[in-house]
């Protein structure tokens, strides 16, 4: 599933599950601490489906692979892969794909008493104020972030 695009903050590929290769990857059966090492357990290695973890509503998710920085703050990197559920419905302060007068952008949703924002995780970029004149679309929530580890 390719979708057009023509932003230039901000540029996304679309995908769907299905041309994505998440083959059963092996699980150590144990937590690992993220502070002082442990001595060496036995574990036993057990399959995960990364999709079964990371997708809810099958028919309502897709990737979208960011080339960009206004959202990194928040962990969002040029490169990074993100998961977007269509299902789930924008609250305050979610991460969102929007489309904006045909243009997607990925920005952190602010509500306030009167107005709405589409607000970046850089201080490199401004806030977006969304008004009636503006064709205006949350296309999903953003679920999940892949990046590599530096």
């Given at each position: 599933m390719k979708i057009p695009k023509k932003n230039t903050e901000q540029k996304l590929s679309f995908h769907n599950f299905k041309e994505l290769n998440l083959d059963e990857i092996k699980l150590a059966d144990l937590s690992v601490p993220a502070g002082f090492p442990s001595p060496a357990d036995d574990f036993i290695e057990m399959e995960?489906?990364?999709q079964d973890y990371i997708?809810?509503?099958k028919?309502?998710?897709f990737c979208v692979k960011v080339e960009g920085t206004s959202m990194t703050k928040a962990g969002?990197?040029?490169g990074d892969i993100m998961i977007v559920d269509r299902s789930l419905y924008p609250k305050?302060?979610?991460i969102v794909l929007a489309?904006?007068?045909g243009e997607f952008t990925v920005k952190r949703i602010a509500v306030n008493e009167d107005s709405l924002y589409l607000v970046p995780e850089n201080d490199n970029f401004s806030p977006i104020k969304i008004n009636e004149s503006m064709n205006f679309q949350?296309?999903?929530v953003v679920t999940h972030i892949i990046h590599k580890a530096h």
């Amino acid at each position: 599933m390719k979708i057009p695009k023509k932003n230039t903050e901000q540029k996304l590929s679309f995908h769907n599950f299905k041309e994505l290769n998440l083959d059963e990857i092996k699980l150590a059966d144990l937590s690992v601490p993220a502070g002082f090492p442990s001595p060496a357990d036995d574990f036993i290695e057990m399959e995960i489906n990364l999709q079964d973890y990371i997708v809810k509503n099958k028919e309502a998710t897709f990737c979208v692979k960011v080339e960009g920085t206004s959202m990194t703050k928040a962990g969002i990197n040029s490169g990074d892969i993100m998961i977007v559920d269509r299902s789930l419905y924008p609250k305050h302060n979610n991460i969102v794909l929007a489309v904006i007068d045909g243009e997607f952008t990925v920005k952190r949703i602010a509500v306030n008493e009167d107005s709405l924002y589409l607000v970046p995780e850089n201080d490199n970029f401004s806030p977006i104020k969304i008004n009636e004149s503006m064709n205006f679309q949350v296309w999903g929530v953003v679920t999940h972030i892949i990046h590599k580890a530096h």
